[in-house]
C-alpha cells in the first residue's frame, strides 16, 4: 500500500510460551547439568572444553544481542525499531554468562596450559597469563556488560510505558561508550579465553575475527527469532517482507565480513611462514581438523554467500528462517574448531558430553530468553521511530 | 522557456509539475491505473517507492554484474595460476607453485573491478545513455521540483491533449505545460 496511514502500532504484548516448549528447555538444562556431572567424573578435561565452548558460543550471542541494540541507537537507526526487542531479549543471558565464567574457573588447570606449567616463553608472558589477573579482567569485563546491558535494555524496556524520547536520548549517549569499550573488552576477552588456550600462538586479528563470528550468529538468531513470533502471529502488521529482507541483508553482508577477516587471519599467517605462527592453522590442517577447516571455508562461507545473494531468497521467510539456523550451527562449529584442537589434535571429538553440555546451555539460554519475551513487550512499542519503521517500506 | 505554442516544433507530450514527492509518488500511481503507457516521471534525487508506482519490472543489471563478478574472480585465477606455476614458474619462499592464497586478494579485487565497471556499461546501455536526442524541458526538475511527463504516444489526437491536461492537475499537479521537441543545447 502506498499510503498506509498508522499513527499507532497496535502492542503485540509479550510472548504467552507454549508450557511443551519450556519443558523442553528444562529437560535440555537438566540433560546438561547431569552431563556436567558425570563429565566431571568420566573425563573432565574433555567435559571441561566442551563447557568453554558452550560458555563462549552462548556469551556471544547474548553479547551480540546487547551489541546490535548499542549499534541501532549508536546510528539512531529507524529500520530496525520493530526487530531491536528482540535482540534485547538475548542480552537476558548475559548475567548467566557470568556465573558460567565463574564456573568455568575451577576448570582453569585443564583448560590453559599456562596455567599449570611454565617454560621460557610462558614465563616471558606471565606478567599477563597469571591466574589473579585473568580472572580479575575477564570479571571485570563480562560485568561492564551486563551493566551496560541493566542500563540500556532498563532504558528500552521503560520507554514501554511513557514512550518519552528521553530514553532513547539516553541511550544514545550509552551506545557509544559501550561500542568503544565492547571493541577493547571483547578483544581481550577472546584473546583470554580462547587465544590462551595455546599460549605460545598469538594472533593480532584474532578479537574481530571472534566479533565477525559474534555479529555473524546474532543477526542469524535475531532473525530467526523474528521469523518464529512472526509464525505466531505475535509481529502482524509490524514486522514484513522488508524487514526481513533488511535483515537478510545485515546477514549477507557479515557473512563477506567474517570470510575477509577469517581469511586475512589465514594468509598472514600462510604467507609470512613463521613457525611460533603456523603451529595453529598447522594444527587445523592436519588429521580430522582439514575437514572442520574446509567445512568453514566452504559451509560458513561459500555455501550461504550464493544461497544469500539473490534478492528474492533475502525476502524469503522459509529461507531465511532456513540459513538462519544453518548459520547459527556454522558458528558452533566455527568455536569449536577453535577450541577442541587443543584438547584433541589428532581430530574432532563429538559425543555424548558434547550433546549434553550444548543442551544445556540451549535449555538455560531458550529459558532465560522466553522468560524475557513473556514478561515484556515483544516490541519497543515506545521506540519514537516505531511508527515510521512500520510504514516506512512501500507496499 | 519552453516555447508553448510554436507550431513548427513537434509537440512530444504532456508534463506535470509538482512540489513535493509524495505528491508525484501517488500522480505515478494515478497516471499508471487511469492506462497510459507511456510516461516517465523526472526528480532531482531518487525517490524511494517510485519505481513501484511507476510499475517498473527489476533491473536485470544484477545478473550482469553477478556474471562478469564471477567471470572476473575466475579469470584472475587463471592467469595468475598461468604465469606463476606454468609459464615462468618462480620459486617464491619455497612456497608451491600454485600458491593459491596468495593468488585470492587479486581475484577479489578484480571481482569488484569487473563487477563494477561491467554494472555501469550495463546501466549505460539499459537506460539509452548517452541521449543526446532529449533535453531536460524545465531545469527545475534537476533541483527541487518533480515532474510527470505523459508522453506523445498516449495522446494522438486533438482532444486526447486536452483530456491529459485535465487528467495531470486532477491528480494534483501544479502546473500543466505541453512539451515540444528541441534541438540540442540550451535555453533557459
Not at chain 2, 507530450?13 to 509524495?22: L, N, S, Y
Not at chain 2, 579469470?75 to 593459491?100: C, E, H, M, R
Request: with cysteine; glycine share 8%.
Amino acid at each position: 500500500m502506498l499510503t498506509a496511514e498508522v499513527r499507532q502500532v497496535k502492542n503485540p504484548g509479550s510472548l504467552i510460551a507454549a508450557p511443551s516448549v519450556k519443558t523442553m528447555f528444562l529437560v535440555f538444562s537438566l540433560i546438561g547439568v547431569v552431563t556436567f556431572m558425570v563429565g566431571l567424573f568420566l573425563d573432565p578435561k574433555r567435559m571441561w572444553f566442551s563447557f568453554l565452548h558452550n560458555h563462549f558460543y552462548f556469551l556471544t550471542l547474548a553479547l551480540g544481542g546487547l551489541f546490535f541494540a548499542a549499534l541501532q541507537w549508536l546510528t539512531q537507526a529507524m529500520w530496525s525499531a520493530p526487530v531491536r526487542r528482540i535482540s534485547e531479549a538475548l542480552t537476558s543471558f548475559l548475567p548467566i554468562s557470568l556465573i558460567t565464567f565463574l564456573i568455568l574457573l575451577f576448570g582453569i588447570h585443564y583448560l590453559y596450559p599456562w596455567s599449570y606449567k611454565g617454560d621460557i616463553v610462558l614465563a616471558g608472558k606471565s606478567g599477563y597469563l597469571n591466574i589473579s589477573f585473568f580472572v580479575l579482567r575477564n570479571l571485570l569485563a563480562i560485568g561492564l556488560w551486563v551493566f551496560f546491558a541493566i542500563k540500556m535494555i532498563g532504558n528500552s524496556l521503560k520507554q514501554d510505558k511513557d514512550s518519552s524520547l528521553a530514553w532513547t536520548n539516553k541511550n544514545r549517549v550509552l551506545s557509544p561508550i559501550f561500542i568503544i569499550l565492547f571493541a577493547i573488552t571483547y578483544t581481550m576477552v577472546s584473546f583470554d579465553q580462547l587465544m590462551s588456550l595455546d599460549p605460545h600462538w598469538f594472533s593480532t586479528i584474532f578479537g574481530v575475527y571472534c566479533f565477525a563470528g559474534l555479529f555473524y550468529s546474532n543477526l542469524a538468531l535475531t532473525c530467526v527469532l523474528t521469523i518464529l513470533l512472526k509464525r505466531q502471529g505475535y509481529l502482524e502488521g509490524i514486522v514484513n517482507k522488508n524487514h526481513l529482507h533488511d535483515l537478510g541483508k545485515f546477514m549477507f553482508a557479515f557473512i563477506v565480513f567474517w570470510a575477509y577477516i577469517a581469511f586475512c587471519q589465514f594468509m598472514l599467517i600462510w604467507y609470512a611462514n613463521l613457525p611460533e605462527e603456523t603451529s595453529y592453522f598447522l594444527n587445523r590442517m592436519h588429521g580430522g581438523w582439514i575437514y572442520v577447516s574446509l567445512f568453514l571455508l566452504i559451509g560458513k562461507f561459500i555455501i550461504p554467500f550464493f544461497i544469500l545473494l539473490p534478492r528474492g531468497a533475502k525476502r524469503n521467510e522459509k529461507l531465511l528462517f532456513n540459513i538462519g539456523i544453518y548459520m547459527l550451527v556454522a558458528q558452533w562449529i566455527d568455536f569449536y574448531w577453535i577450541i577442541q584442537p587443543q584438547y584433541a589434535p589428532d581430530g574432532p571429538v563429538f559425543g555424548l558430553i558434547e550433546i549434553g553440555i550444548l543442551l544445556g546451555f540451549l535449555g538455560i539460554f531458550g529459558l532465560v530468553v522466553q522468560k524475557f519475551l513473556s514478561t515484556h513487550n515483544l516490541v519497543a512499542i515506545g521506540d519514537p521511530r516505531l511508527v515510521e519503521a512500520v510504514t516506512h517500506h512501500y507496499q | 522557456m519552453i516555447q508553448n505554442n510554436s507550431n513548427h516544433k513537434k509537440l512530444s507530450g504532456v508534463v506535470g509539475i509538482f512540489d513535493e514527492p509524495h505528491a508525484l509518488i501517488m500522480a505515478t500511481k494515478k497516471t499508471r491505473e487511469f492506462g497510459f503507457k507511456y510516461f516517465d516521471a523526472f526528480t532531482p534525487y531518487p525517490v524511494h517507492g517510485l519505481e513501484v508506482a511507476a510499475g517498473l519490472k527489476r533491473s536485470p543489471i544484477p545478473y550482469v554484474t553477478f556474471v562478469f563478478g564471477l567471470a572476473g574472480c575466475v579469470l584472475a585465477f587463471l592467469y595468475q595460476y598461468w604465469t606463476s606455476a606454468i609459464d615462468w614458474a618462480l620459486n617464491v619462499g619455497g612456497k608451491p607453485y600454485n600458491s593459491w592464497p596468495a593468488f585470492v586478494p587479486i581475484m577479489f579485487e578484480v571481482t569488484i573491478l569487473l563487477g563494477g565497471l561491467s554494472t555501469v556499461a550495463a546501466l549505460f546501455i539499459f537506460c539509452g545513455l548517452p541521449n543526446l536526442k532529449k533535453k531536460a524541458f524545465d531545469l527545475s526538475i534537476t533541483r527541487d521540483r518533480f515532474a510527470l511527463m505523459i508522453e506523445i504516444q498516449n495522446l494522438d489526437e486533438k482532444d486526447n491533449l486536452k483530456k491529459t491536461k485535465e487528467f495531470l492537475q486532477s491528480v494534483g499537479a501544479k502546473e500543466v505545460r505541453e512539451v515540444y521537441e528541441e534541438g540540442w543545447g540550451f535555453s533557459l
